[in-house]
Protein backbone atom coordinates (compact mmCIF):
# COMPACT_ATOMS: atom_id res chain seq x y z
CA UNK A 1 0.00 0.00 0.00
CA UNK A 2 1.40 3.47 -0.71
CA UNK A 3 1.97 6.03 2.14
CA UNK A 4 -1.16 9.01 1.89
CA UNK A 5 0.12 11.77 0.00
CA UNK A 6 -1.39 15.64 -0.21
CA UNK A 7 -4.03 15.79 -2.80
CA UNK A 8 -3.13 18.41 -5.82
CA UNK A 9 -6.36 19.06 -8.10
CA UNK A 10 -4.90 18.99 -11.75
CA UNK A 11 -5.11 21.87 -13.67
CA UNK A 12 -8.04 21.51 -15.68
CA UNK A 13 -7.29 23.01 -19.62
CA UNK A 14 -4.40 21.27 -21.84
CA UNK A 15 -1.89 24.79 -22.59
CA UNK A 16 -2.05 24.50 -26.39
CA UNK A 17 1.83 25.89 -26.28
CA UNK A 18 4.19 26.40 -22.94
CA UNK A 19 7.88 27.41 -23.21
CA UNK A 20 8.93 24.26 -21.07
CA UNK A 21 7.15 21.37 -20.04
CA UNK A 22 8.25 19.19 -17.26
CA UNK A 23 7.32 15.31 -17.25
CA UNK A 24 7.30 13.92 -13.80
CA UNK A 25 5.82 15.07 -10.82
CA UNK A 26 7.88 14.24 -8.04
CA UNK A 27 10.20 16.75 -6.03
CA UNK A 28 13.04 17.26 -8.83
CA UNK A 29 9.72 18.16 -11.65
CA UNK A 30 7.61 19.89 -9.35
CA UNK A 31 10.82 21.94 -7.70
CA UNK A 32 12.09 22.18 -11.31
CA UNK A 33 8.45 23.91 -12.70
CA UNK A 34 8.77 26.49 -9.65
CA UNK A 35 11.70 27.84 -10.25
CA UNK A 36 11.30 27.97 -14.17
CA UNK A 37 7.93 29.63 -13.32
CA UNK A 38 9.19 32.45 -11.34
CA UNK A 39 11.83 33.25 -13.42
CA UNK A 40 8.91 34.47 -15.61
CA UNK A 41 8.53 30.96 -18.10
CA UNK A 42 5.16 29.14 -18.90
CA UNK A 43 5.13 26.04 -18.09
CA UNK A 44 3.11 22.68 -18.08
CA UNK A 45 4.07 19.73 -15.37
CA UNK A 46 2.71 16.72 -16.34
CA UNK A 47 2.18 13.89 -14.18
CA UNK A 48 0.99 10.15 -15.49
CA UNK A 49 -0.25 9.01 -11.57
CA UNK A 50 -0.75 12.19 -8.86
CA UNK A 51 2.29 14.47 -7.38
CA UNK A 52 4.68 12.85 -5.28
CA UNK A 53 2.97 9.59 -5.54
CA UNK A 54 6.12 7.56 -5.94
CA UNK A 55 9.52 7.66 -4.53
CA UNK A 56 9.49 11.17 -3.74
CA UNK A 57 7.10 10.30 -0.71
CA UNK A 58 8.09 6.72 -0.40
CA UNK A 59 11.61 8.04 0.98
CA UNK A 60 12.83 8.30 4.88
CA UNK A 61 12.53 12.08 4.65
CA UNK A 62 15.89 12.78 5.39
CA UNK A 63 17.56 16.50 3.73
CA UNK A 64 20.90 15.20 4.86
CA UNK A 65 24.48 16.92 3.94
CA UNK A 66 26.30 14.25 5.63
CA UNK A 67 27.77 10.97 3.78
CA UNK A 68 27.11 12.54 0.42
CA UNK A 69 29.81 11.85 -2.73
CA UNK A 70 31.36 14.97 -2.56
CA UNK A 71 30.41 15.75 -6.39
CA UNK A 72 26.70 16.64 -4.54
CA UNK A 73 28.03 18.05 -2.01
CA UNK A 74 28.06 22.29 -3.72
CA UNK A 75 24.35 21.22 -4.70
CA UNK A 76 23.14 19.93 -1.34
CA UNK A 77 24.31 22.87 0.45
CA UNK A 78 22.33 25.17 -1.81
CA UNK A 79 19.45 22.53 -1.28
CA UNK A 80 19.50 23.02 1.93
CA UNK A 81 19.60 27.08 1.66
CA UNK A 82 16.79 26.58 -0.34
CA UNK A 83 14.81 24.29 2.20
CA UNK A 84 15.53 26.31 5.18
CA UNK A 85 13.44 29.32 3.75
CA UNK A 86 11.30 27.33 1.54
CA UNK A 87 7.92 27.21 3.33
CA UNK A 88 7.94 30.90 3.52
CA UNK A 89 8.71 31.07 -0.13
CA UNK A 90 6.24 29.01 -1.46
CA UNK A 91 3.65 29.98 1.77
CA UNK A 92 2.94 25.99 2.24
CA UNK A 93 3.80 23.69 4.75
CA UNK A 94 7.09 20.91 3.57
CA UNK A 95 7.66 19.79 7.10
CA UNK A 96 11.28 21.09 6.82
CA UNK A 97 13.02 20.79 10.53
CA UNK A 98 16.61 20.94 11.01
CA UNK A 99 16.68 18.82 13.38
CA UNK A 100 20.04 16.90 12.43
CA UNK A 101 21.20 13.61 10.94
CA UNK A 102 23.26 10.67 13.06
CA UNK A 103 25.01 7.55 11.69
CA UNK A 104 26.15 4.76 13.60
CA UNK A 105 29.45 3.07 12.40
CA UNK A 106 29.04 -1.32 12.41
CA UNK A 107 32.79 -1.70 13.14
CA UNK A 108 36.07 0.45 13.22
CA UNK A 109 36.51 0.50 8.84
CA UNK A 110 33.14 2.17 9.07
CA UNK A 111 34.12 4.36 11.99
CA UNK A 112 37.68 5.23 10.04
CA UNK A 113 35.55 5.64 6.71
CA UNK A 114 33.01 8.31 8.61
CA UNK A 115 36.21 9.98 10.08
CA UNK A 116 37.50 10.28 6.14
CA UNK A 117 34.54 12.24 5.39
CA UNK A 118 34.33 14.06 8.38
CA UNK A 119 37.84 15.85 6.83
CA UNK A 120 36.22 16.51 3.53
CA UNK A 121 32.80 18.30 5.37
CA UNK A 122 35.29 20.90 6.62
CA UNK A 123 36.81 21.81 3.41
CA UNK A 124 33.00 22.82 3.33
CA UNK A 125 32.65 24.14 6.62
CA UNK A 126 30.10 21.45 7.77
CA UNK A 127 29.08 21.04 11.22
CA UNK A 128 29.72 17.19 10.90
CA UNK A 129 31.30 15.83 13.28
CA UNK A 130 32.67 12.23 14.69
CA UNK A 131 31.24 10.83 17.53
CA UNK A 132 32.63 7.79 19.79
CA UNK A 133 31.01 5.11 21.24
CA UNK A 134 30.69 7.08 24.80
CA UNK A 135 29.74 10.39 22.73
CA UNK A 136 27.12 8.17 20.86
CA UNK A 137 25.36 7.11 24.16
CA UNK A 138 25.25 10.95 25.61
CA UNK A 139 24.13 12.46 22.43
CA UNK A 140 21.03 9.54 22.01
CA UNK A 141 19.93 9.23 25.28
CA UNK A 142 18.52 5.47 25.81
CA UNK A 143 20.16 3.88 22.75
CA UNK A 144 21.68 0.54 24.30
CA UNK A 145 24.35 -0.34 21.96
CA UNK A 146 27.89 -1.37 22.10
CA UNK A 147 28.70 0.08 18.28
CA UNK A 148 32.02 2.02 17.94
CA UNK A 149 30.58 5.33 17.35
CA UNK A 150 29.02 7.56 15.07
CA UNK A 151 28.85 10.93 12.71
CA UNK A 152 26.58 13.42 13.50
CA UNK A 153 25.96 16.59 11.45
CA UNK A 154 23.26 19.01 13.18
CA UNK A 155 22.28 21.05 10.53
CA UNK A 156 21.33 18.74 8.60
CA UNK A 157 17.20 18.06 8.83
CA UNK A 158 14.03 16.25 7.90
CA UNK A 159 10.67 17.02 6.00
CA UNK A 160 7.88 15.22 5.84
CA UNK A 161 7.41 13.44 1.76
CA UNK A 162 3.44 13.43 2.01
CA UNK A 163 3.81 17.30 1.96
CA UNK A 164 7.09 18.26 0.47
CA UNK A 165 5.99 17.93 -3.39
CA UNK A 166 2.61 18.72 -3.28
CA UNK A 167 3.14 21.92 -0.96
CA UNK A 168 5.70 23.02 -3.78
CA UNK A 169 3.75 21.80 -6.85
CA UNK A 170 0.47 23.66 -5.11
CA UNK A 171 2.38 26.94 -5.00
CA UNK A 172 3.76 26.42 -8.83
CA UNK A 173 0.05 26.54 -9.87
CA UNK A 174 -0.08 29.53 -8.32
CA UNK A 175 2.60 30.97 -10.14
CA UNK A 176 0.84 30.32 -13.52
CA UNK A 177 2.44 26.61 -13.77
CA UNK A 178 -0.68 24.12 -15.67
CA UNK A 179 -0.01 20.67 -13.10
CA UNK A 180 -2.01 17.93 -14.83
CA UNK A 181 -2.39 14.87 -13.06
CA UNK A 182 -3.50 11.75 -14.73
CA UNK A 183 -1.54 13.00 -17.67
CA UNK A 184 0.86 10.63 -19.40
CA UNK A 185 3.54 12.39 -21.41
CA UNK A 186 3.72 9.47 -24.69
CA UNK A 187 6.68 10.94 -26.43
CA UNK A 188 8.20 13.78 -28.16
CA UNK A 189 7.55 15.99 -31.66
CA UNK A 190 10.74 17.60 -32.91
CA UNK A 191 11.19 20.59 -36.00
CA UNK A 192 14.11 20.65 -37.75
CA UNK A 193 16.23 17.97 -35.30
CA UNK A 194 14.67 20.20 -32.13
CA UNK A 195 12.05 19.21 -29.81
CA UNK A 196 8.96 20.64 -29.97
CA UNK A 197 5.96 19.10 -28.67
CA UNK A 198 5.33 16.69 -25.88
CA UNK A 199 2.52 14.16 -26.68
CA UNK A 200 0.51 13.44 -24.14
CA UNK A 201 -3.06 10.73 -23.63
CA UNK A 202 -5.21 14.31 -23.33
CA UNK A 203 -3.42 15.95 -26.53
CA UNK A 204 -0.36 17.68 -27.54
CA UNK A 205 1.65 20.17 -26.21
CA UNK A 206 3.58 22.57 -28.21
CA UNK A 207 7.08 23.76 -26.00
CA UNK A 208 10.46 24.67 -26.71
CA UNK A 209 12.12 22.40 -23.93
CA UNK A 210 11.48 19.88 -22.18
CA UNK A 211 12.40 18.71 -18.91
CA UNK A 212 12.44 14.92 -18.06
CA UNK A 213 12.28 14.28 -14.34
CA UNK A 214 10.65 10.60 -14.73
CA UNK A 215 12.24 8.95 -11.74
CA UNK A 216 12.48 4.84 -12.07
CA UNK A 217 10.56 5.43 -15.38
CA UNK A 218 13.02 8.44 -17.52
CA UNK A 219 15.00 5.57 -18.81
CA UNK A 220 12.48 3.67 -20.58
CA UNK A 221 11.35 7.06 -21.91
CA UNK A 222 14.21 8.36 -23.14
CA UNK A 223 14.79 4.53 -24.89
CA UNK A 224 11.87 5.03 -27.24
CA UNK A 225 13.97 8.15 -28.26
CA UNK A 226 16.96 6.60 -29.48
CA UNK A 227 18.94 7.94 -25.92
CA UNK A 228 20.72 5.23 -23.71
CA UNK A 229 20.43 6.26 -20.16
CA UNK A 230 22.11 3.63 -17.25
CA UNK A 231 19.48 3.49 -15.24
CA UNK A 232 18.26 0.58 -12.68
CA UNK A 233 15.43 0.84 -9.98
CA UNK A 234 16.16 -0.72 -6.70
CA UNK A 235 13.36 -1.21 -3.79
CA UNK A 236 12.94 0.22 -0.64
CA UNK A 237 10.61 -0.85 2.08
CA UNK A 238 9.57 1.71 4.72
CA UNK A 239 6.80 1.25 7.43
CA UNK A 240 4.69 3.78 9.58
CA UNK A 241 5.07 2.66 13.42
CA UNK A 242 1.93 3.80 16.12
CA UNK A 243 3.33 7.38 18.10
CA UNK A 244 5.89 6.71 20.48
CA UNK A 245 8.28 8.78 22.46
CA UNK A 246 11.12 10.55 20.72
CA UNK A 247 14.63 9.06 20.90
CA UNK A 248 15.89 11.48 18.89
CA UNK A 249 14.79 14.73 16.81
CA UNK A 250 16.65 13.97 13.68
CA UNK A 251 17.38 11.00 11.82
CA UNK A 252 19.23 8.09 13.20
CA UNK A 253 20.60 5.63 10.34
CA UNK A 254 22.11 2.67 12.45
CA UNK A 255 23.05 -1.02 11.01
CA UNK A 256 20.00 -2.49 11.93
CA UNK A 257 17.56 0.19 11.14
CA UNK A 258 17.09 3.76 9.68
CA UNK A 259 14.27 5.96 11.57
CA UNK A 260 13.03 9.36 11.03
CA UNK A 261 10.33 10.66 14.06
CA UNK A 262 7.17 11.97 12.30
CA UNK A 263 5.64 15.20 12.75
CA UNK A 264 2.66 13.36 14.01
CA UNK A 265 5.09 11.49 16.62
CA UNK A 266 5.11 8.17 15.03
CA UNK A 267 8.17 7.03 13.51
CA UNK A 268 9.10 6.12 9.55
CA UNK A 269 11.00 3.10 9.99
CA UNK A 270 13.67 1.08 7.32
CA UNK A 271 15.79 -1.74 7.62
CA UNK A 272 18.96 -0.18 7.43
CA UNK A 273 20.03 0.05 4.06
CA UNK A 274 18.79 -2.90 2.76
CA UNK A 275 16.74 -3.40 -0.24
CA UNK A 276 16.13 -5.71 -3.00
CA UNK A 277 17.49 -5.45 -6.60
CA UNK A 278 15.02 -7.41 -9.25
CA UNK A 279 17.10 -8.65 -11.80
CA UNK A 280 15.48 -7.42 -15.78
CA UNK A 281 16.79 -7.28 -18.87
CA UNK A 282 18.46 -3.70 -18.60
CA UNK A 283 20.57 -5.40 -15.27
CA UNK A 284 21.70 -7.61 -18.24
CA UNK A 285 22.67 -4.84 -20.51
CA UNK A 286 23.89 -2.50 -18.37
CA UNK A 287 26.06 -4.60 -15.80
CA UNK A 288 29.43 -3.77 -16.43
CA UNK A 289 28.93 -0.39 -15.49
CA UNK A 290 27.00 -1.58 -12.70
CA UNK A 291 29.69 -3.83 -11.44
CA UNK A 292 31.55 -1.79 -9.04
CA UNK A 293 28.21 -0.91 -7.11
CA UNK A 294 26.89 -4.11 -7.07
CA UNK A 295 29.73 -5.14 -5.60
CA UNK A 296 30.19 -2.21 -2.84
CA UNK A 297 26.09 -2.99 -1.77
CA UNK A 298 25.96 -6.56 -2.01
CA UNK A 299 25.51 -7.52 1.36
CA UNK A 300 22.19 -5.03 1.55
CA UNK A 301 21.16 -5.71 -2.01
CA UNK A 302 18.69 -8.76 -2.01
CA UNK A 303 18.46 -10.26 -5.57
CA UNK A 304 15.10 -11.61 -7.21
CA UNK A 305 13.92 -12.92 -10.16
CA UNK A 306 10.36 -13.10 -11.25
CA UNK A 307 7.65 -12.05 -13.91
CA UNK A 308 8.86 -8.75 -13.97
CA UNK A 309 12.15 -10.08 -16.28
CA UNK A 310 9.84 -11.27 -19.43
CA UNK A 311 7.09 -8.44 -18.76
CA UNK A 312 10.02 -5.65 -19.47
CA UNK A 313 11.67 -8.33 -21.88
CA UNK A 314 8.57 -8.02 -24.40
CA UNK A 315 7.11 -4.65 -23.53
CA UNK A 316 9.34 -3.02 -26.37
CA UNK A 317 10.15 0.65 -26.58
CA UNK A 318 8.84 2.04 -29.79
CA UNK A 319 5.02 2.46 -28.94
CA UNK A 320 2.97 5.23 -31.06
CA UNK A 321 1.85 8.28 -29.94
CA UNK A 322 -1.85 8.04 -30.55
CA UNK A 323 -2.02 4.52 -28.55
CA UNK A 324 -1.80 3.72 -24.69
CA UNK A 325 1.84 3.96 -23.87
CA UNK A 326 3.48 1.77 -20.95
CA UNK A 327 2.97 4.65 -18.82
CA UNK A 328 -0.90 4.66 -18.54
CA UNK A 329 -0.83 0.97 -17.69
CA UNK A 330 1.35 1.64 -14.54
CA UNK A 331 0.46 5.31 -13.22
CA UNK A 332 1.63 4.48 -10.01
CA UNK A 333 4.86 2.25 -8.91
CA UNK A 334 3.32 0.71 -5.68
CA UNK A 335 5.54 -2.71 -5.20
CA UNK A 336 4.89 -4.75 -2.18
CA UNK A 337 7.17 -3.94 1.27
CA UNK A 338 9.25 -6.61 2.05
CA UNK A 339 7.80 -6.57 6.16
CA UNK A 340 9.77 -9.63 7.40
CA UNK A 341 12.58 -7.10 6.51
CA UNK A 342 11.05 -4.07 8.54
CA UNK A 343 9.68 -6.72 11.32
CA UNK A 344 13.20 -7.24 12.00
CA UNK A 345 14.12 -3.65 11.74
CA UNK A 346 11.52 -2.83 14.31
CA UNK A 347 12.62 -5.46 16.30
CA UNK A 348 15.98 -4.42 16.64
CA UNK A 349 15.20 -0.83 17.24
CA UNK A 350 12.89 -2.03 20.24
CA UNK A 351 15.80 -4.05 21.54
CA UNK A 352 18.30 -0.84 21.33
CA UNK A 353 15.26 1.21 22.79
CA UNK A 354 13.53 -0.27 25.61
CA UNK A 355 11.16 2.71 25.82
CA UNK A 356 9.50 2.04 22.64
CA UNK A 357 8.65 -1.60 23.41
CA UNK A 358 5.24 -0.98 22.50
CA UNK A 359 5.04 0.54 19.50
CA UNK A 360 3.26 -1.33 16.71
CA UNK A 361 2.64 -1.14 13.17
CA UNK A 362 0.29 1.33 11.11
CA UNK A 363 1.58 0.71 7.49
CA UNK A 364 3.95 -1.01 5.30
CA UNK A 365 4.91 0.05 1.67
CA UNK A 366 8.10 0.29 -0.75
CA UNK A 367 9.15 2.44 -3.48
CA UNK A 368 11.46 2.16 -6.47
CA UNK A 369 14.90 4.19 -6.13
CA UNK A 370 15.79 4.94 -9.62
CA UNK A 371 20.19 4.32 -9.59
CA UNK A 372 23.02 5.13 -11.46
CA UNK A 373 25.82 3.04 -11.58
CA UNK A 374 28.32 5.86 -9.10
CA UNK A 375 24.97 6.86 -7.69
CA UNK A 376 25.33 9.95 -8.52
CA UNK A 377 22.46 12.08 -10.68
CA UNK A 378 22.32 13.02 -13.74
CA UNK A 379 21.35 16.74 -15.04
CA UNK A 380 21.84 17.70 -17.87
CA UNK A 381 21.48 18.59 -21.69
CA UNK A 382 20.87 15.86 -24.06
CA UNK A 383 22.84 16.63 -26.71
CA UNK A 384 21.30 14.09 -29.28
CA UNK A 385 18.08 16.00 -28.97
CA UNK A 386 18.22 19.53 -28.40
CA UNK A 387 16.04 21.18 -26.35
CA UNK A 388 15.41 17.76 -24.13
CA UNK A 389 16.97 17.83 -20.48
CA UNK A 390 17.65 15.17 -17.86
CA UNK A 391 17.13 15.51 -14.48
CA UNK A 392 17.16 11.52 -13.24
CA UNK A 393 18.86 9.09 -11.50
CA UNK A 394 18.64 10.12 -7.86
CA UNK A 395 19.97 6.90 -6.51
CA UNK A 396 17.88 7.25 -3.12
CA UNK A 397 19.75 11.17 -2.38
CA UNK A 398 16.51 13.00 -4.04
CA UNK A 399 14.30 14.19 -1.78
CA UNK A 400 17.09 16.31 0.15
CA UNK A 401 18.55 17.32 -2.84
CA UNK A 402 15.34 18.40 -4.46
CA UNK A 403 14.84 22.00 -4.18
CA UNK A 404 18.93 23.00 -5.11
CA UNK A 405 18.06 20.08 -8.48
CA UNK A 406 14.97 21.77 -9.73
CA UNK A 407 16.79 24.88 -9.39
CA UNK A 408 20.08 23.60 -11.26
CA UNK A 409 17.65 21.92 -14.14
CA UNK A 410 15.92 25.22 -14.37
CA UNK A 411 19.57 26.70 -14.73
CA UNK A 412 20.03 24.42 -17.39
CA UNK A 413 16.69 25.07 -19.51
CA UNK A 414 16.94 28.59 -19.59
CA UNK A 415 20.41 29.28 -19.99
CA UNK A 416 21.16 31.21 -16.48
CA UNK A 417 24.11 31.15 -14.86
CA UNK A 418 24.09 27.78 -12.86
CA UNK A 419 23.82 27.52 -9.29
CA UNK A 420 26.89 24.94 -8.81
CA UNK A 421 29.06 23.58 -10.99
CA UNK A 422 27.07 21.43 -13.11
CA UNK A 423 29.81 19.00 -14.85
CA UNK A 424 29.76 16.07 -12.07
CA UNK A 425 26.09 15.15 -13.21
CA UNK A 426 26.91 14.76 -17.02
CA UNK A 427 25.14 12.78 -19.03
CA UNK A 428 28.59 12.21 -20.56
CA UNK A 429 30.35 10.52 -17.95
CA UNK A 430 28.30 7.41 -18.42
CA UNK A 431 30.56 6.94 -21.61
CA UNK A 432 33.53 8.92 -21.76
CA UNK A 433 36.04 6.53 -19.48
CA UNK A 434 35.26 8.42 -16.44
CA UNK A 435 34.97 6.22 -13.35
CA UNK A 436 31.51 4.62 -12.20
CA UNK A 437 32.97 3.62 -8.74
CA UNK A 438 30.37 4.80 -6.38
CA UNK A 439 31.97 7.06 -3.52
CA UNK A 440 33.21 5.61 -0.13
CA UNK A 441 30.37 6.89 2.06
Known amino acids: MSPPVDPVHSSETLPAKVDVV ?56 ESMRIW ?51 ELKAHIPGYESDYPGGLWTASDGRAEPSKAAPAIATAAQRQGVSVLTGCAVRGLETAAGHVSAVVTERGRIACDAVLLAGGAWSSLFLKRHGIAFPQLSVKSSVMRTTAGPEVLAGGLSTPEFSIRRREDGKYSLSRGFDSTFYIVPDAIRWMGKFWESFQAEKDTIKLRLDGRFFQELFRGSNWSLDRESPFEKVRVLDPAADRGILDAGLADFKKRFPVLKDLGVEEYWAGMIDATPDAVPCIAPMDKLPGLFLASGFSGHGFGIGPGAGRLAADMVTGHASCVDPSPFRYGRFFDGTSLAPAEV
Open 22 to 77: VIGGGIIGVSSAWFLARRGFSVALCEKGVIGGEQSSRNWGYCRQQGRDPKELPLIL
Open 84 to 134: RGLDKEIEGDTGFRQAGVAYVAKDEAQLAQYERWAEIAKEYQLDTRVLSRD
